[in-house]
């Protein structure tokens, strides 16, 4: 969890015709960062031309509250989209990644990126999908 705790104190003067007046104040105050971690199971799929394949992503929560928006990475010939492109942390969302009989074979990353609004953190976990020739294709 990532907190930053101050304790600031001011004296303030504002003159006042036959006095002397002071103000004290002390603020205090405390920010709380969103912090989370991407997590997408397996890491390694195969999967024939033509065929379709899901893979689970989860988001943990280590510190904060805020919802994190998720994004994949995009490969011609191959469809891939996010169940849930918003959760939670604690929830999970589903990659799930289509092929078509003219997906050429081979190696593809997909990496999935979490972020949160109003903040500097982000996550990356990512899936090696190895397409296959499919002999029905």
């Known amino acids: 969890k990532y907190e930053a705790n101050a304790l600031v104190s001011k004296k303030i003067t504002h003159p006042i015709p036959d006095w002397d007046t002071s103000l004290?104040?002390?603020?205090?105050?405390?920010?709380?960062?969103d912090d989370f971690d991407v997590d997408v199971d397996p890491a390694i799929e195969t999967i024939e031309q033509g065929s379709k394949a899901s893979v689970q992503v989860v988001v943990k929560r280590i510190a904060g509250q805020g919802n994190v928006d998720l994004t994949v990475t995009k490969w011609g010939g191959i469809n891939a989209y996010l169940t849930n492109?918003?959760?939670?942390?604690?929830?999970?969302?589903?990659?799930?990644?289509?092929?078509?009989?003219?997906?050429?074979?081979?190696?593809?990353?997909?990496?999935?990126?979490?972020?949160?609004?109003?903040?500097?953190?982000?996550?990356?976990d990512s899936v090696n999908v190895k397409v296959t020739k499919n002999p029905s294709c």
Do not use: H, M, R
Request: proline content about 4%; overall charge negative; aromatic content about 12%.
């Open 85 to 124: 492109p918003s959760v939670t942390p604690t929830e999970t969302t589903t990659l799930n990644i289509e092929t078509t009989c003219d997906t050429k074979v081979g190696d593809y990353l997909f990496t999935v990126q979490g972020e949160t609004k109003g903040s500097f953190k982000s996550s990356v």
């Open 24 to 33: 004290e104040a002390d603020w205090q105050f405390k920010i709380i960062f």
